[in-house]
């Protein structure tokens, strides 16, 4: 865990609950973790499940990777050190959109147990909802679809650290839901996530 540098700093609540905002939105913040190798269909059901809650008129809102590393996290590279930092920052992020009620789509890699059991924990303790969905599809599966040619990059050795070819991926042990892209169509995902959010009491 990242240590504290800031000293003399304490948490400060508001008159407005997180229960006065759930209520104000009709639904329950929570974070669902979309995790799996690149080109697993990640930001694919994501983006899909976005717009799906929408039309239901719930105010959901997508961390993708890319764009948050060309932003908060531009400082950030692929060491695992760098991984560890940008999920944990993404974590406190998503929490942060928790705490005011959105649903929150968040699309990374996450390569690393422990880092996805980092931001598992810190919603934990803030007693809030983290649904950890892992986009399983096998390496040679998602390397076919290779849409941003990342792993060609890779296999020629022109990108460092590639997770699935020169850095591990380790598989969530016990995730809320798998979700066996190549064997699904994005329709039957969304579907599937939508049961699972009224199952959770997220949405009605």
């Known amino acids: 865990m990242t240590l504290q540098k800031a000293t003399n700093v304490h948490w400060h609540e508001g008159e407005v609950t997180r229960a006065d905002r759930n209520k104000l939105l009709g639904q329950k913040g929570a974070t669902i973790w979309f995790t799996g190798l690149s080109g697993s269909g990640k930001s694919t059901v994501a983006v899909a499940l ?6 239901q008129g719930r105010l959901a809102y997508r961390l993708d990777g890319d764009n948050i590393r060309l932003g908060i996290n531009k400082n ?3 060491s695992a050190e760098d991984r560890a930092e940008n999920i944990r920052r993404i974590g406190e992020v998503a929490k942060l959109f928790v705490d005011t009620g959105v649903i929150v789509l968040s699309s990374f890699v996450s390569p690393y147990r422990a880092d996805r059991d980092v931001v598992r924990k810190l919603h934990a303790d803030g007693g809030m909802d983290f649904i950890e969905v892992y986009v399983d599809v096998p390496l040679e599966e998602a390397e076919k679809r290779d849409p941003k040619g990342l792993y060609k990059k890779a296999r020629a050795g022109e990108i460092k650290n590639f997770t699935g070819i020169s850095d591990p991926y380790e598989a969530p042990q016990s995730p809320e839901l798998v979700l ?12 599937v996530l939508l049961k699972l959010l009224k199952t959770r009491g997220i949405i009605a």
């Not at 066996?180 to 579907?191: D, L, Q």
Request: charged share 35%.
């Open 76 to 78: 950030l590279g692929f």
């Open 50 to 55: 976005e717009k799906a809650l929408h039309a």
């Open 180 to 191: 066996p892209s190549h064997k699904m169509s994005v329709e039957e995902e969304v579907e």
